[in-house]
């Protein structure tokens, strides 16, 4: 191959015209001539932290969506999957990556589950954890999101920290809100980065302290506006990430989104590409191109330096994407899965109120945090209020048969139906909202019926994207899986009611118990403040 076009050339910040040779997928000569082009070249976008599970797709269909936005990587934490199935999960995630040349760079799961508060379909304690890091192909330890544990000084976090300095791969953070000494000890450990800031402020200290600072815009967090202004100040800190990104949200923009709007804002065009490009490369050790003589070849064509609209995408000296055509054909992957329970009835999620004043979770939409609110019931046995946006949440697990959890959540703004998920981070048990108990039932009982999927339940309507593949990954082809997605995002929002941009995202967060303030698991209501279980009613804590 050889290619004529504007170098941007990130290294020494400048851009010409330039003839460049592959050969053999490695760049063998780049030659600056004085014959004019209108086409750039420059290398692929990054994502430096995402959980493909979220996509809902394999990795072999999320690089076929990604390619096309000019990503050409991504550093890539299997932890949603590992909860439901172990390290057989991360196997299925690292043989699916391996039938593509996109080129996923995946971590070892550092909390599975991420808390003993709730049910995870299983466990990948200290020797997993190390059995893992020793792999060539797992490149860092995934986000330490049980940072309470971190400070504690648990034996257990501690070792898996240690095994990862052991074998060179560094070390993910999670830590929202996280300030102080208590930032300070968190970052001692060998912590080195950040995905969960969500203020200037917040992440700014984390820079000053010695983390580098994902900056995330995904399907549901997102931190962009509040955190661009560093972008400037802290260059060589940054990275770019879209943590969870769904199907319908993927096929439309990726990386490129967050470079095009940051040159949009006027920051300077050589910082950005230096954030979306390079940083990943140079933390993570990624063995990957930057457009510089003797790399691989892994880099993208795009139309300016404004829109940055693909015209190719090469991987290896491969063309991988090409005028609106990704050459990728559709493959077939195994299904393994983790589902073992029975239907459920109505007793299951009654809830005897007795008149009492109760706790709600309060949903922000684009937010991953949520606040305690109260409530005083009006009725012996409570479903609903729809007059304050009060509706019951509830989540059941997947992996045993026993009670559900039954709380109840503000934000969401269904009028009727309810909305069911086998999305529910981190240990991924059946999550739902609802308006009535019966569309609830109706919206549980499918997704086991089906063994995982995403409902919604429309008066005598159920209407599902299943998802064979662990309850949170569908076996369809991308562009399928993004059309039904979006189908049943508008039915919760236009038909059903609901407020929130992404009411499956957001509803696949409140079961979350790592990021405050309180979330419901299939063990209970939790105050992630004091990290402990609360009675629902207020009068009883």
């Known amino acids: 191959m050889i290619l004529h076009a504007n170098l941007v050339d990130i290294k020494n910040r400048k851009i010409y015209p330039v003839f460049v040779s592959v050969e053999d997928g490695k760049i063998v000569n780049i030659s600056q001539t004085d014959k004019p082009c209108s086409t750039y070249i420059l290398p692929g976008f990054i994502d430096a932290h995402v959980h493909i599970e979220s996509s809902m797709l394999t990795p072999y269909e999320f690089s076929r969506l990604a390619l096309k936005h000019g990503t050409i990587a991504t550093v890539s934490d299997p932890h949603e999957i590992a909860n439901v199935l172990g390290i057989q999960g991360v196997e299925f995630m690292m043989n699916s990556a391996s039938k593509t040349p996109f080129k996923f760079y995946f971590g070892a799961p550092s909390c599975v589950p991420a808390t003993t508060f709730e049910t995870s379909g299983a466990i990948l304690d200290t020797q997993s954890v190390e059995k893992l890091l020793k792999q060539k192909n797992i490149y860092y330890l995934s986000e330490m999101m049980n940072f309470p544990e971190v400070l504690f000084k648990d034996e257990d976090v501690l070792s898996k920290i240690k095994s990862a300095k052991n074998n060179n791969k560094p070390i993910d953070g999670h830590c929202p809100d996280l300030k102080g000494e208590d930032l300070e000890s ?54 770019f990430c879209s943590d969870d990104r769904h199907p319908d949200d993927l096929e439309n923009e990726h990386i490129n989104s967050l470079v095009k709007r940051s040159i949009q804002k006027g920051f300077e065009l050589f910082d950005v590409l230096q954030i979306a490009c390079i940083n990943p490369i140079k933390h993570y050790g990624l063995d990957l191109g930057m457009l510089q003589i003797g790399d691989n070849a892994d880099f993208i064509e795009v139309n300016n330096l404004i829109d940055f609209q693909v015209i190719q995408t090469v991987i290896n000296g491969n063309i991988v994407y090409k005028n609106g055509e990704t050459n990728l054909e559709k493959i077939k992957h195994d299904l393994p899965n983790n589902f073992n329970i029975k239907p459920k009835i109505f007793e299951d999620i009654k809830f005897y109120s007795n008149y009492k004043k109760i706790h709600v979770i309060k949903a922000f939409d684009g937010e991953l945090i949520t606040k305690k609110e109260s409530y005083q019931t009006k009725t012996e046995f409570f479903e609903s209020d729809l007059s304050c946006d009060i509706l019951k949440i509830v989540v059941v697990n997947r992996y045993l048969d026993t009670k559900p959890s039954v709380s109840f959540v503000k934000g969401f703004g269904l009028k009727k139906g ?44 159920i209407n599902i994207l299943p998802l064979k593949i662990a309850g949170i990954i569908s076996d369809e082809e991308g562009v399928i899986v993004a059309k039904k997605y979006k189908e049943l995002n508008d039915i919760a929002k236009t038909k059903l009611g609901s407020s929130l941009k992404a009411p499956f995202m957001t509803l696949s967060f409140m079961a979350l118990l790592v990021i405050p303030e309180i979330k419901l698991s299939d063990k209970g209501l939790f105050d992630v403040n004091t990290f402990k279980f609360i009675s629902p009613f207020l009068s009883c804590n």
């Open 418 to 461: 309810a909305i069911a998920s086998s999305v529910a981070h981190d240990s991924h048990n059946i999550i739902a909202v609802g308006c009535s108990d019966e569309d609830i039932l109706k919206a549980i009982n499918s997704v086991i019926e089906h063994k995982g999927g995403i409902v919604c339940v429309e008066n005598k309507n």
């Open 186 to 239: 968190y970052i001692q450990s060998g912590i080195s980065t950040d995905h969960e800031a969500f203020s200037y402020e917040e992440a700014k200290e984390k820079l000053q302290k010695g983390m580098k600072i994902l900056i995330r815009e995904g399907s549901a967090a997102k931190n962009y506006e509040a955190l661009s202004p560093l972008i400037s100040e802290f260059t060589d800190k940054l990275m």
